[in-house]
C-alpha cells in the first residue's frame, strides 16, 4: 500500500509547489486525511498545549475516568461494548462565540494557551480550504463562503486522552465513523498511536509525528466537491501501554449554511441527473448524523436527497 501522504508546507511556496499540490490532491481524492508539517503553528505553542493538556487530565480528569473504568471492566462481558468509547474528553467552542472563559476546572493559563491555538488552527483551516479551491479549480474563498451562512462559519475543538486499556479486545478507544463537519485538523500525541483510518477495505495507521498536524475531509466538504474528495471512516483503536492525547478541532459550515455541490464541479448541464449529493441545510444534516454517527455516511446522504426531492427545497430547519 502506497505511503500515508505526508506535506511539507514550505513546499507550497517554492518551486515544489506542484509536486506538493498533486500530493495534496491525492490524498483529499484517495485517502480522506494528510499530515502537514511546516504548518506555521510554533513548536512552542504545540509543546505549551500538550503539556497542559496532559497535566489538566491527570488534575482533573484521570480519577473520573478511573471511576469508569472500573465499572466498566468490572461488568466485562455483560456490558454491550461495541457502544462504549474508552475515552475521557471535553469540548470548546471558538466560533461563531468562544465558551472558553465558561469552560469549568480550566487553569487560566490553560485557557489563554488553548485560545491562542484555536486562533493559529482557525488561519490554518482556511489557508488549507483555499490551497483546496486552487486544487478543484474553485476562485480563491469558494469554500469559506460556503461554509459562511449568515453566521460564519462553526468551529470548535474536541480534547481528548485515551488511557491505556487492559481489555482492548472489548473496548475501542473511538467507534469508526466519518466526521460529520468540513475540514479537521488534529494535533495528536506523538509517542502514542491508535488513530487509523480506512482505505481500500483494509485499517491503515495514522502515523504519530512530532509537531505536525493531521488533516482529514469531512462529509460536507464530500458534499460540496460532488464526491471528488471523500470523507473516510477513521477510528482510534484502545491501547494497553500509554495515555494518548488528541485535539481535534472541527473547522464547520454554519448551522443555517446550505450545503451542495459547487456547479463549477458538476461537469455538463446535461449530466445534473447524475448529481448523488444532495442539497440541504447543514443543521438538519447535524440532526441526523447525531444519531447515525457510528454508521454509514451513504445513507444520511441518501436521507437528505430523499428529503430534498419531496420538499424540492433543502430541509427547513424546525
Not at 117 to 140: H, M, Q, S, W, Y
Given at each position: ?46 509543546d505549551?498545549v ?16 478511573k ?32 465558551n ?14 488553548m ?31 460556503a461554509f ?8 470548535g ?64 466538504l ?40 459547487a ?17 440541504f ?38
Open positions: 500500500m502506497a505511503l500515508f501522504p505526508i506535506i511539507n508546507m514550505v513546499q507550497l511556496d517554492g518551486e515544489e509547489k506542484a509536486v506538493a499540490m498533486d500530493v495534496l490532491r491525492d490524498a483529499c481524492e484517495n485517502w480522506g486525511f494528510f499530515e502537514i508539517l511546516n504548518h506555521g503553528i510554533s513548536h512552542e505553542l504545540m505549551k500538550e503539556s497542559m493538556t496532559k497535566g489538566h487530565y491527570k488534575k482533573g480528569m484521570e480519577q473520573r475516568f471511576e469508569f473504568a472500573s465499572q466498566a471492566l468490572e461488568k466485562g462481558e455483560e456490558l454491550d461494548t461495541s457502544n462504549i468509547d474508552w475515552e475521557s474528553t471535553f469540548f470548546l467552542r471558538h466560533l461563531p462565540e468562544s472558553i472563559s465558561r469552560v469549568p476546572d480550566l487553569d487560566d493559563e490553560y485557557r489563554k494557551v485560545k491562542e491555538f484555536a486562533t493559529e488552527l482557525e488561519k490554518l483551516a482556511e489557508r488549507l480550504l483555499d490551497l483546496l479551491c486552487e486544487n478543484l479549480g474553485l476562485e480563491k474563498g469558494y469554500l469559506k463562503n459562511n451562512g449568515s453566521k460564519g462559519p462553526t468551529f475543538t474536541k480534547v481528548s486522552n485515551y488511557p491505556a486499556c487492559p481489555r482492548p479486545e472489548l473496548f475501542k478507544g473511538l467507534r469508526a465513523h466519518t466526521d460529520a463537519g468540513g475540514i479537521i485538523l488534529l494535533f495528536q500525541d506523538d509517542k502514542v498511536s491508535g488513530l487509523q483510518l480506512e482505505k481500500d477495505g483494509q485499517w491503515v495507521d495514522v502515523p504519530p509525528t512530532r509537531h505536525s498536524i493531521v488533516v482529514n475531509i469531512g462529509d460536507q464530500e458534499v460540496i466537491t460532488n464526491g471528488k474528495y471523500k470523507s473516510v471512516m477513521h477510528r482510534v483503536i484502545a491501547q494497553t501501554d500509554g495515555n494518548r492525547m488528541s485535539i481535534a478541532s472541527f473547522y464547520n459550515p454554519s448551522s443555517d449554511a446550505v450545503i451542495y455541490p456547479p463549477a464541479l458538476v461537469e455538463k448541464e446535461e449530466e445534473k441527473e447524475a448529481e448523488i449529493y444532495p442539497k441545510v447543514f443543521e438538519d444534516y447535524m440532526k441526523l448524523y447525531a444519531v447515525q454517527k457510528f454508521q454509514a455516511k451513504e445513507p444520511r446522504f441518501e436521507t437528505m436527497k430523499a428529503m430534498e426531492a419531496v420538499t424540492g427545497h433543502p430541509i427547513p430547519t424546525a
